[in-house]
């Protein structure tokens, strides 16, 4: 009897669509997608609008941080006609311009502050566990860069790009110990 039930059904599943086909089952296929070495994070977009003859005609500007969680981090302006195009440009750029952070464990090496035109970036080293405790751009820098306890505060501008570029200017300034006297004994 269940020899007879077990023929039914395999006769079943080939002709009346039950069997998997080429491929398998959907759950069973796991798409090997690689991870991509950086991650990207969309700091602001901005919208310009020209205005001519027939009307207003607009344009995207985009800002985006990208970074590798181990110490790599930087930063890019694109600017097109579409919102998707003006970020992957600022992507491309962001990745040419990578900077490295100087890292103790999962915080900073000293204090130090970033300044750009009128932002001005406080960076602190936190105990562990901590966290990042920073607003806006410096978040997004910090966290990309692979900072885990930092504190962060944003002084004068909150304009985006100066934030942004007072924060990686505060991060360039970092030092480790061994740096700082090598550069001491010269």
């Known amino acids: ?14 002709r009346e669509g039950g069997g998997r086909g080429r491929k398998g ?3 069973e296929q796991q798409e090997v997608r690689e991870k ?20 207003r005609r607009f344009s995207f500007g985009a800002l985006v941080v990208v970074g590798d969680h181990k110490g790599r981090v930087g930063y890019g302006l694109g600017k097109a006609s579409e919102v998707a195009d003006a970020i992957r440009k600022a992507g491309d750029t962001a990745k040419r311009n990578l900077q490295t952070v100087t890292m103790r464990g ?13 932002a001005q970036v406080l960076i602190r080293p936190a105990s562990e566990g901590t966290g990042v405790i920073a607003g806006g751009p410096c978040r997004a820098v910090l966290e990309l860069a692979g900072v885990r306890d930092v504190l962060a505060k944003s002084l004068g501008s909150n304009n985006h790009l100066n934030v942004t570029k007072a924060t990686m200017k505060a991060l360039e300034k970092l030092r480790s110990k061994e740096e700082a006297l090598a550069l001491r004994k010269g």
């Open 106 to 118: 999962t915080t900073l090496p000293h204090d130090s502050m970033g300044k750009f035109s009128g």
């Open 25 to 27: 089952r959907r759950d």
């Open 36 to 55: 991509p070495e950086f991650e990207e994070r969309v700091v602001h977009i901005s919208r310009n609008s020209k205005v001519v003859k027939g009307g």
């Open 1 to 14: 009897m269940a020899e007879e039930r077990n023929e039914r059904s395999e006769r079943k599943g080939r």
